[in-house]
């Protein structure tokens, strides 16, 4: 048996994006099939999901990001004797030595370098990440053609582990008759979501005599950068809303829009596809990727470009119910198992390769 450290200590239970559901469903998972060698690195707060493992678990005793990362993670990990520390959403600490690995879910810090904490602190910390992993996890194809132009990744130690999507999606059913009248995004509120051009492209819709609601679920740090306008009637800023309460958004929509400009992977679009709703994402590699022709596409700069594809979902109710049907059946393939099967099947390769058990 090994000792797999997982550092969480950047887990926080009032934020849920994509990183965060990866790490929330990735880690039970691991937990389920490496019994006995996951040792959790957490903050107190440790989200529910996670506090009612089985495992063994390190709690911070220090508070700050930088602090954590740089300073109480290598000691912890030190002391638990772990034969391999997994950082799940930030580089490896500089001072942990052992051997690492870590996920990168996206080119974020390279090609959105503004983005919060990101050029101070995250970014100058990968090149020196990049150099020690013994392996590079990142979701998509997309993504990992990204960090190999982008980020100087080595491609022989990147790995494709896809997100996966909780099977309870694929339980809903859609309302009978007619979808209430309202469009659907879900993500968090950084610049490159995109959620202005949605905006305009919702005051188009809107113009034209469509009685619509527009919803939008997430962390809502940046809500106060939206330039609601006229539309603030007509928009529903739901912020973090519980599991039950999303999936049920999702099942209700007339459609789910995932507008932005950049993704590792697009978890909401997965969730969509998943709970049969008709679907229109942004024009980009990682997107395509996962929605396949089960999703209408368009230009996430072009609001009219974004507004036709709305339009088409909500009026060709025939086309809309073959794409519904696509994308149920192409989200079957993403499944959470299937990404710890396959992340474990690496910490294996890569003990054998440093000679640990």
Not at 130 to 156: H, N, Q, W
Not at 161 to 171: A, I, L
């Amino acid at each position: 048996m090994a000792r797999l450290g997982l550092d969480l200590t950047w887990l926080r239970p009032d934020r849920l994006s994509g990183t965060e559901r990866y790490a929330l469903e990735l880690v039970p998972a691991l937990a389920a099939m490496a019994p006995g060698e996951v040792v959790l690195f957490v903050r107190p707060d440790l989200p529910a999901p996670l506090a009612q493992l089985d495992v063994e678990r390190r709690v911070a005793t220090v508070v700050g990001r930088v602090a954590l990362d740089q300073a109480w993670l290598p000691l912890a990990a030190l002391r638990a004797r772990v034969d391999l520390l997994h950082s799940l959403a930030s580089p490896t600490p500089p001072l942990w030595r052992g051997l690492a690995v870590m996920t990168v879910h996206d080119a974020t810090p390279w090609l959105h370098p503004d983005a919060a904490g990101t050029r101070w602190y995250t970014r100058p910390l990968y090149p020196q990440a990049f150099a020690r992993a013994a392996a590079i996890f990142t979701v998509s194809e997309a993504a990992r053609e990204d960090l190999m132009r982008d980020a100087g990744a080595p491609a022989d130690r990147v790995f494709v582990t896809p997100n996966g999507v909780d099977p309870r999606f694929f339980e809903l059913r859609p309302p009978e008759g007619p979808r209430a009248p309202y469009l659907l995004a879900v993500g968090t509120f950084e610049p490159r979501k995109n959620l202005p051009v949605l905006l305009d492209a919702f005051r188009t819709l809107r113009r034209e005599g469509r009685d619509l609601q527009l919803v939008v679920a997430g962390h809502q740090a940046f809500t106060q950068l939206l330039p609601l306008g006229d539309l603030a009637p007509h928009v529903r800023l739901a912020g973090l809303v519980p599991d039950d309460e999303l999936r049920t958004l999702y099942a209700g929509a007339a459609c789910f829009v995932l507008p932005s400009l950049h993704e590792g992977f697009g978890l909401p679009l997965a969730e969509a596809m998943a709970a049969g709703v008709p679907a229109v994402a942004s024009d980009i590699p990682a997107l395509r990727e996962v929605g396949g022709e089960a999703v209408r596409y368009a230009d996430p700069r072009d609001p009219a470009s974004l507004a036709d594809a709305i339009r088409a979902a909500l009026d060709d109710r025939e086309g809309s119910l073959l794409r519904v049907a696509a994308g149920r059946g192409r989200a079957r393939r993403f499944r959470w198992d299937e990404t710890a099967r396959a992340t474990l099947g690496v910490y294996r390769r890569v003990l054998r390769a440093a000679g640990r058990r």
